[in-house]
Every structure is written in C-alpha cells, then in structure tokens.
C-alpha cells in the first residue's frame, strides 16, 4: 500500500488573501481615523503619512536662517552686511560667546512646536526639532571647530519640576548626527534666575551673569566649546555661559541654537 512521503518538520504556513504590507496599511489607516495626527501651527488634521510635527503647507513656511546672517550673534541680515546694528554698537565690548548661529526663525510655524517641547512634556519632538539643526549645519562651517558640546543646563529646581532639559536632548541628537561628543555634567546653573522675560537686553546680561560654572575645568581647558539652546533672543543666557567657560579655560565658545528671534 502506497504511503505519503513526509518530511519533518512541517511548516505550516496560512494562505491570506492579502499581504502584511496590506495589513500594516491598514493598521495605519485605522490609527489615523482614531487618533489623527494634528498639525502643531495650523491645527488640521495631516493625511495618512504625514507623521511630521508640521503639516507640509507650514512646514514650507518656516524660515531658515541661513549664512547671511550677522557674523556675531547670527540674526538674519536680508540686505547683507557683516553685522547687525546691536554688535556693530558693542564691538568694543565684545562678549565671551564668539559667535551664535541658528538654524531657524522663531516665526509662526515653528513657536507652537516648540513650545510643545519645552513646556508640554512632548519629548518626541526632539528628533524632529533636532532634524532642522543637522539639516542647518552645513550651513555654518565655522561650527566643525567644536570639541565639544554642551547644552544650557536648567537649575536642579526647574529640571526636577520639567523632569527633563530641553537643551540636553536637542544636543544628544544633534551630537549623534555631526559626531561631536556631547558633555551635560560639566557646565551647570547655579542660581535659579528669574523669567528673562520683561527685561531688556542689558537687563537680560546682569540676570545670567553669574548664573553658571563649569565644575570640570579639565573638561573644557584648550577647548573650542560649542553651546546648544533651543531659542536665542538676546544671547544673554549664552552670554553667561560662555563667561563661566571662559574663565575655565575654554579655548574659545560658540553657540548653535534651534530657533533666532529676530
């Protein structure tokens, strides 16, 4: 009597009439419909695929900053020209920050996102925000003489009530994406300052001098450090940074910031 052949082991394998391709898809068109993605400016809703911060119509509309800029605190300069009108005024004085660059405008589109970031716990959006620094960085070929990053650390009080330093996570990603090494223990705040908001720009300078130290001098001594914020305004903050690296021994600071408000 005849008898079936069978060779082990069987693997069984369930025919379905469609792929996992058409699953996944699927997967996602559902998610969609019950947790759409919102677009952080605009609000409406973006269409399947769209998993960005921004839909793409606001997206096109952020401004990037870009090599024409002052040449000091990096504020854009449409009509050209090596610096603005505040640093050609305080040339005499010049601050221990050599130089700040920023990849974008802190225009319309991307304050709201960034504003998610840093005061709603919407800690996902640092690789996106990330995203436009690295994307920016070619820009500014100064910025490979860094050694070193750091990001403006928060006082103890506020990282303990935010739970996490905005600064610190746009600069682990960024470190990642240019291969600078990144170091967040050796430059701290040591005075939990007031808001900078509502003071003008000498009033900004007096409230961040002071405000920090570098506790590992070894850390920062010949170097060329390059600080990481996510706004600059008035570069007082950086400012007060630069000061404490200074005096440390850092070779020479710079700055590289998310957004520039102009």
Not at 27 to 34: A, F, I, R
Not at 41 to 61: F, T, V
Not at 137 to 145: D, G, N, R, V
Not at 173 to 186: G, I
Request: net charge positive.
């Amino acid at each position: 009597m005849w008898k079936p052949k069978i060779t082990w082991p069987i693997t069984w394998r369930p025919i379905l009439p469609f792929s996992s391709k058409l699953v996944r898809k699927a997967g996602g068109l559902l998610l969609h419909v019950l947790l759409p993605n919102t677009c952080y400016a605009c609000r409406r809703d973006m269409a399947p695929g769209e998993s960005a911060a921004l839909c793409l119509e606001c997206e096109a509309a952020v401004r990037t900053v870009g090599p024409r800029c002052c040449a000091r605190c990096g504020k854009p300069l449409p009509d050209g020209g090596a610096h603005c009108r505040s640093c050609r005024r305080a040339r005499a004085q010049r601050g221990k920050c050599a130089l700040i660059r920023s990849a974008v405008v802190f225009g319309p589109q991307i304050r709201p996102v960034i504003h998610a970031f840093k005061y709603a716990d919407a800690r996902h959006l640092s690789a996106y925000l990330s995203g436009w620094m690295a994307r920016q960085w070619k820009e500014y070929p100064e910025l490979a003489q860094a050694q070193v990053m750091m990001p403006v650390p928060l006082h103890r009080k506020k990282l303990r009530a935010r739970g996490y330093n905005q600064s610190g996570l746009l600069a682990r990603s960024l470190a990642e994406a240019v291969c600078v090494a990144v170091d967040e223990t050796s430059l701290v705040r040591t005075r939990n300052t007031p808001s900078q908001t509502g003071f003008g720009r000498e009033g900004r300078l007096q409230n961040m001098s002071g405000a920090f130290a570098c506790v590992d001098p070894a850390a920062v001594k010949g170097k060329v450090v390059l600080l990481v914020d996510d706004v600059a305004t008035t570069g007082a903050t950086l400012e007060g940074c630069a000061q404490a690296l200074r005096a440390a021994g850092a070779k020479k600071v710079m700055a590289y910031t998310l957004a520039r408000e102009l």
